[in-house]
């Protein structure tokens, strides 16, 4: 897949993405899992009632999509995802984990995943969603903080930022996947967005959405 072409690559803090898995190829794998594992009709419930969600991944918790798209997709390309670590302690600040760390062909990404869905499975807004993404402060672990943690991590190999989520008629992600790159590119360096875009989902209201993703790296002083 090719960087978003809204994307000014030639940026003088943009970061060329390659190497053994290209960032865009794992982008692809997650959206492709999200569809499989969609068109199998999971059920999330709520967590305080008990009372069951419409089928779909779109109402699962973020931490329960992330473990459904990473088991699908060990099972579906072993080769390249079956020693995918989730909860990874970061070797500066062990209490807080790292979403995910793959190692292909000896080399690492990791990885720090951020769902972005503002209506929730009765098609009311989530007035708090942004917050998961933008929020400056780092007690909110929003991707913005995400990034300057993962940077300063002390983890070897290549770190990125990912987002998931879904649109809606007068809620698209682009303004807010835009306010993240902006508000970002102040603290890190950030490579082209690279995303893929899911349609046809099972769920009445989180139909369709896009898996778009960043390298980040310090800024050049």
Request: proline share 9%; charged share 20%; aromatic share 8%.
């Amino acid at each position: 897949m090719r960087p978003n072409p809204s994307v000014n690559t030639d940026a003088p803090d943009t970061l060329a993405v390659a190497g053994p898995m290209p960032l865009s190829h794992f982008v692809d794998s997650f959206a492709s899992a999200m569809s499989a594992v969609d068109a199998k009709r999971p059920q999330a419930a709520n967590a305080r009632t008990g009372i069951a969600y419409q089928p779909g991944i779109g109402p699962h918790t973020e931490s329960q999509t992330v473990s459904l798209v990473i088991a699908h997709m060990a099972e579906t390309s072993p080769v390249l995802y079956s020693t995918i670590e989730r909860e990874v302690p970061y070797p500066s600040a062990p209490r807080s984990k790292c979403d995910l760390r793959i190692r292909v062909e000896g080399e690492s990404w990791i990885v720090e995943a951020k769902m972005l869905r503002v209506m929730g499975d009765n098609g009311k807004p989530n007035d708090n969603i942004l917050m998961h993404i933008l929020s400056p402060y780092s007690a909110h672990r929003s991707a913005l903080t995400d990034c300057e943690k993962l940077v300063s991590s002390g983890f070897e190999g290549r770190k990125a930022v990912l987002i998931f989520g879904y649109e809606y008629e007068g809620f698209p992600m682009e303004p807010a996947l835009w306010a993240f790159e902006t508000l970002a590119r102040a603290k890190v360096r950030l490579s082209p967005r690279y995303e893929a875009r899911m349609q046809n989902l099972v769920h009445p209201v989180h139909e369709t959405g896009r898996v778009v993703a960043w390298e980040a790296a310090p800024l050049l002083r």
